[in-house]
Each structure stands twice: as structure tokens, then as C-alpha cells.
């Protein structure tokens, strides 16, 4: 069984920070890429950032600069730094985790229950 446990969300101010964090346990041979995504309401979920298992990352154009993925492998967890934050950044945030639970079995994507960032003044 693998879980992610995702932390960090809340209500900020426009222009305020918030660092989110997403937690992998339970029983698996190997993480490969670690993202986040996020879902408006009334809007289709997307890619926020992704971070590969060597470190490579990806940021969806409305974030760069602003945003900063990141990962312990130690910890099993990915980060969220995000900085100058926009009324139109409120969104749930969900992490999404690539992992083989088993040695030569296929990577599956599992998702974590979300977090809720709120911004507004």
C-alpha cells in the first residue's frame, strides 16, 4: 500500500508564501517523477511542477519564477515553494507520485487528496 500525505496549504495574501509538502510511505522498491497539480473550481486539473528522479524539473508557464519544486529522496517527499502568490493561484493542490512497488515492476501514479491554498487579502 502506498499513501501520500500532503501538508502545507492555507490562506495567504496575495504577494505571501506557502511551502507544501508531500509525503510517500508505505511499502515500495522505487520513486521516479514527483509533481504537483492543481484544480480551480470549475476547472480542469493541471500540471503545476514536476520534478524527474535525477533531479530534471518542469514548470507550467504560470508559475515560473515563482514557484520552486523539489525533492528529499531521503524523506521520500516532495516540496512546493511558492512565492508571490496570486488570488488566481487558489486552488486544491494535489501531489501526484510515480512508483514500481515491486523490482522490474511498472511505475504506477498515485495522488494524494489535496491541499486547499487559498489567496486573497
Known amino acids: 500500500q502506498v499513501q501520500l500525505v500532503e501538508s502545507g496549504g492555507g490562506l495567504v495574501q496575495p504577494g505571501g508564501s506557502l511551502r507544501l509538502s508531500c509525503a510517500a510511505s508505505g511499502s515500495f522498491f522505487r520513486i521516479y517523477t514527483m509533481g504537483w497539480y492543481r484544480q480551480a473550481p470549475a476547472k480542469e486539473r493541471e500540471l503545476v511542477a514536476v520534478?524527474?528522479?535525477?533531479?530534471?524539473?518542469n514548470y507550467a508557464d504560470f508559475v515560473k519564477g515563482r514557484f520552486t519544486i523539489s525533492r528529499d529522496n531521503g524523506k521520500n517527499t516532495v516540496y512546493l515553494q511558492m512565492n508571490s502568490l496570486k488570488p488566481e493561484d487558489t486552488a486544491v493542490y494535489y501531489c501526484?507520485?510515480?512508483?514500481?512497488?515491486?523490482?522490474?515492476?511498472?511505475?504506477?501514479?498515485?495522488w494524494g487528496k489535496g491541499t486547499l491554498v487559498s489567496v486573497s487579502s
Open positions: 520534478i524527474s528522479d535525477v533531479d530534471t524539473t
Open positions: 501526484k507520485v510515480i512508483i514500481s512497488r515491486y523490482y522490474n515492476s511498472d511505475g504506477m501514479a498515485y
